[in-house]
């Protein structure tokens, strides 16, 4: 590849390309590496092909093409936590061992209203990657802004492992309730 910047709308339609054909999220620095541009560039490209409706979701592992399968069925749930912040990883690695993944986290702000951050983790390996980010970041959790209360949307391939996740959670102390 050579080192000729890709502009505009070629660049956001290589970029949308990309995200549609890979099948894991893509960090928005390997993006800006194969278009010769800034990470900031991508950042925007990013924005504007939100803006047009695409269904590209940020995660702490990368970008991703939200791409619904319907060929394998999907449960999904929005559960209510409370917890400290030590206790996010034991938390995630609970509902990911019972075959769930962790969509997002929400909390609502007292200002800005429902505040949603995508988390997208399924397995251990992305939880440990996502306190990683975490950790090196020195990012607050979103909890943290509402003393430890949050809510969690789970997604799992059967009721029974979102049924399973939250007996865990309850056991564990960190379920408040299911609200739907």
Known sequence: MDDKKILGDERRSLILQL???STVPIKGSDLAARTNVSRQVIVGDITLLKAKNEPI???SQGY???KPNNAIPSFEKIIACFHP???TEVELTLLVENGVTVKDVKIEHPVYG???ASIMVSNRFEVHEFMEKIK???AAFLSELTGGYHLHTLTASSEANLVRAEQVLLKAGFLI???R
């Open 19 to 21: 995200l549609k054909d």
């Open 57 to 59: 979701i940020a995660t």
């Open 64 to 66: 991703m093409y939200f």
């Open 85 to 87: 912040p030590d206790k």
């Open 114 to 116: 429902d505040l949603t």
């Open 136 to 138: 090196s970041t020195k």
């Open 177 to 179: 309730d299911v609200l």
